[in-house]
C-alpha cells in the first residue's frame, strides 16, 4: 500500500474517531489502531494531531462540496439550490460522522489553528454555492441558516426520536422549511414563476422533492419582487 492510500486511510479513520469524542477527546492510539499502524508512523504522515484534525475537517466539506456539485450539475439558480438542498438533507440521513465532524469542527474552533481553518473551509463552501447557484446573498443566508436547523434536528434524532412528544415539533419545522415562507414575507411571490416551479417540481421524484423545490422558486421570485 502506497503512503498516499495509507494517509487515507488515516483521514476515515480519523473522522470516525474524531465525529464522536472530538479533537480533545480522541487519541491518536485510538487512530493508529483503527487503521493498523503504529502511532510514530501515523505521526510522520501528520506531525500533530491538530493536523490530524484538520485533515479530518476539510474531508467532510469537499464531500459536502462535492455532492452539491454533483446534483446541480446542468442546473442554476433556484433549480440548482433545490437540489442542493434535498442533497445536504439525505448526506445528513445517510451519514452520521458526516454530522458528528461538523459539531466537533465548532466545538474546536477555541484552537486558533482549527478555527482558522473552519472558517476558510466555510467560506469556501458559501463561495461555491454562489458560484454554482448565483444565488444573491439574502438567498444564500435562508439556504445555510436552514441547513444548520437541519444539522440541530438530526442531532437530536430528528422526527422519529424518542417518546417525549417532540417529534410532531420537528415535523412541523421540516414542513415549514419545505413548504412555506419565503425570505420576505410581506411580498407576494410571482403566481407565473411559482406554478411553473410547481409544474416542474412535479417531474422532480418525491413529493418532498417537489415541496422543497416550489419553496426555492418561491424564495427566489420574492426576492424578484424587491
Known amino acids: 500500500m502506497s503512503a498516499e492510500e ?23 492510539g485510538d487512530i493508529a489502531k483503527r487503521v493498523g499502524v503504529s502511532q510514530p508512523y501515523l505521526f510522520r ?11 479530518a ?16 450539475e446542468g ?3 433556484a433549480e440548482a439550490l433545490a437540489a442542493m438542498g434535498e442533497a445536504y438533507q439525505d448526506l445528513l440521513l ?11 469542527q465548532f466545538a474546536a474552533c477555541h484552537d486558533p489553528e482549527v478555527q482558522a481553518a473552519v472558517r476558510r473551509n466555510m467560506q469556501e463552501l458559501w ?3 454562489e458560484n454554482v447557484t448565483g444565488a444573491p446573498i439574502e438567498i444564500r443566508v435562508d439556504f445555510f441558516a436552514k441547513g444548520m436547523l437541519c444539522n440541530m434536528i438530526a442531532a437530536v434524532g430528528g422526527v422519529g426520536a424518542g417518546g417525549d412528544g ?4 420537528w415535523q412541523s419545522i421540516i414542513d415549514v422549511m419545505q413548504n412555506d415562507v419565503a425570505p420576505n414575507p410581506d411580498a407576494d411571490a410571482d403566481a407565473d414563476a411559482e406554478a411553473e416551479a410547481e409544474a416542474e417540481a412535479a417531474d422532480a421524484g418525491s413529493p418532498r422533492e417537489a415541496a ?15
Not at 475537517?57 to 446541480?72: D, P
Open 6 to 28: 495509507r494517509r487515507e486511510q488515516v483521514i476515515r479513520a480519523a473522522v470516525a474517531e474524531f465525529a464522536i469524542r472530538g479533537l480533545e477527546g480522541t487519541s491518536t
Open 45 to 55: 504522515l501528520f506531525p500533530t494531531k491538530r493536523d490530524l484534525f484538520i485533515a
Open 57 to 72: 475537517v476539510q474531508r467532510g466539506v469537499e464531500r459536502i462540496r462535492t455532492e452539491f456539485s454533483r446534483v446541480a
Open 75 to 77: 442546473k442554476y439558480g
Open 94 to 104: 445517510q451519514d452520521s460522522e458526516l454530522l458528528g465532524m461538523q459539531m466537533q
Open 127 to 129: 463561495q461555491h454555492v
Open 166 to 169: 417532540g417529534a410532531p415539533m
Open 212 to 226: 422543497y423545490a416550489a419553496y426555492v422558486e418561491r424564495a427566489f421570485a420574492s426576492f424578484r419582487q424587491t
